[in-house]
């Protein structure tokens, strides 16, 4: 069975730009949810989607932003870049029963 | 003060050693989660608890819900166990919105 798939793996960006990444989560699992990771913030969650529509959010602005397409695969964008969005950012699928996390590698975002 | 805080932030032991991550937790919670992260990012989950005891192999962990504290004891450590622990909590029922606490870098040496 094949993992939780992120691309791309690493990404470097201009301040000012837009990025999207991708994650494909495991066969049938219909939740994905989005988590950023930075040295001085830790884990945070971005929020997270099911059948389509977002179920959760975490406290980021709105220049994050996802959307669940009905294969499950998920986007996350953020528009405008800014230094401080550099960071790895990591999904997860969850299978329904929800007990247990499924990682992907993550997107490393380096914003220059 | 964090929803999640999690002792030492670091630690290193010598191969063999018996080792023993602690987390706290100050929100209600469905269940706790231990994870486990490598250099290079990608985040294995070890444990979800939502009471009691779990064993794999060489890793228990335990939880004590009235004290909202969360063990993770490491048995004859490796040089692989080396890695990042991350305790995380959810409180939606599902693993889907997960709080982290900052984690605990090991280092298990030779």
């Known amino acids: 069975k094949a993992g939780v798939t992120q691309t791309p793996r690493y990404l470097i960006k201009t301040r000012g730009q837009q990025v999207t990444l991708s994650c494909s989560p495991i066969?049938?699992?219909?939740?994905v949810s989005w988590y950023q990771q930075t040295p001085g913030q830790g884990l945070q969650f971005l929020f997270e989607?099911?059948?389509?529509?977002?179920?959760n959010k975490g406290n980021f602005p709105g220049r994050f932003s996802g959307r669940q397409f009905s294969n499950s695969r998920s986007e996350m964008n953020v528009s405008t870049l800014e230094l401080g969005d550099s960071a790895l950012y990591l999904c997860?699928?969850?299978?329904?029963?929800?007990?247990?996390?499924?990682f992907g590698q993550g997107t490393r975002l380096t914003v220059v | 003060k964090n929803e999640v805080e999690q002792s030492p932030q670091n630690l290193t032991a010598q191969e063999g050693e018996f080792i023993t991550i602690n987390c706290s937790y100050s929100?209600?919670?469905?269940?706790l989660h231990w994870l486990q992260q490598h250099p290079g990012g990608g985040i294995v989950s070890l444990f979800m608890?939502?009471?009691g005891k779990k064993k794999h192999g060489r890793l228990i962990a335990t939880i004590n819900i009235q004290e909202k504290h969360s063990s993770l004891h490491i048995t004859a450590s490796h040089p692989r166990d080396s890695a990042v622990y991350i305790c995380?909590?959810?409180?939606?029922?599902?693993?889907?919105?997960?709080?982290f606490g900052t984690g605990t870098r090991l280092q298990v040496t030779l």
């Open positions: 997860a699928s969850v299978p329904g029963g929800g007990t247990e996390a499924f």
């Open positions: 066969s049938g699992h219909r939740s």
């Open positions: 989607y099911f059948s389509e529509t977002q179920r």
């Open positions: 929100v209600g919670i469905s269940a």
């Open positions: 608890l939502s009471s």
């Open positions: 995380a909590v959810s409180n939606t029922g599902t693993a889907s919105k997960l709080t």
